[in-house]
């Protein structure tokens, strides 16, 4: 990774990655800006905005680099907050962290960097880009550390961002990284990793939304059509939930199966293994592809449709209706999975690979039999 004096401003979370990150390019030559971003300013839901910031100009001062402070609260409250807060009062269960991604990690830092000289950005995220000299495109792969590849956060990005996008860490492990941030006496060296929402944290989410989503009571049925108690609003249930619903006769765990808003009734599955669970097909809107083309259909390929789900064959095929998505005008798809999957979830991202190669991904619509 030639430098030639590129300017790359790291957005440094407070977390070990992105000081390694910055760190790395230090060394490689270039030119870097460590930049913190302020996103979360409820005072109601705690945030280690001062710790993070702390640690993120500590890990700055020891590499030597210039340390600067973004607010971006205003931005991440509309683009990242509002859609979440949205989609679960439409009965969907988003992803935040995706959102966060493309509108404000590649999206108001990434434009904001340029109109201040950079020639990148870059972060800690696990993953490798890959640059096609002949068809001059970039392309997303997996982490080496397939444990905490990132890979599926980052299917909206397009061609543009990935032109001005470094990725230092995605060819090492976490292990790696960890040691070299010993070994650099980095004093993030040993601070654990962040589990919570992008840039807010751990909060309950469940107390969060009721803030802003009406309470709306209604009846539990069992998949075979036994009442076994009331719900207290559809928006707060997930599909595949076990947490905040009550265990069935015999002490078997009941599972959100199915949502129903026509009649505001929270269907259960009782076990986590029963077949109302288990879905094939999926209809997926909002798709963006990252080379910027659709492939050729059918496509026979892998997809996940959770963070860290192992790889699953499928084939994708696609729908007649046309749909204006993130990046260009692209078709809506069908996806048959060869084995069913469990819990599929209206809101959450499918995201398609062929090999090692990340090649876009969609929202999933509904999903059946």
Known sequence: MESKQKTVFVGMSGGVDSSVAAALLAERGFDVVGIHI????DPAIPCNFKEDRYDAMAAAEK?????QTWD??????????EYMIHEYAMGRTPNPDIMCNRHIKFGFFLKKALERGADYIATGHYVRKTQNIKHKTQSLRTAKDTNKDQSYFLWTLGQEELRHALFPIGEYTKPDVRDMARKMGLPTAEKKDSQGICFI??????????????????????TAGRRV????????????????IKSGG?????YVAEKDFATNTLVVAEGPYDEKLFKDTMDITDVHWIAGTEPAFPLACTARIRYRQPLQSCIVNLQPVEAKTFASTTH????IF???QRAVTPGQSIVFYQGEEMLGGGVIASARV
């Open 63 to 67: 590499i030597g680099i210039p340390f």
């Open 332 to 335: 809506n798809l069908q996806v």
């Open 229 to 244: 108690g009331e719900h207290d609003g559809l928006s707060f249930y997930t599909i595949g939930q076990r947490e905040g």
């Open 38 to 41: 302020k996103m979360w300013s």
């Open 338 to 340: 060869a084995k069913s």
């Open 201 to 222: 944290g751990e909060i309950d989410l469940t107390a969060f939304l009721k803030k802003h989503i009406p309470e709306e009571r209604g009846v539990v049925m069992t």
């Open 250 to 254: 015999g002490g078997i765990p009941y």
């Open 72 to 81: 971006l609260t205003e931005e991440y409250r509309t683009a990242v907050v």
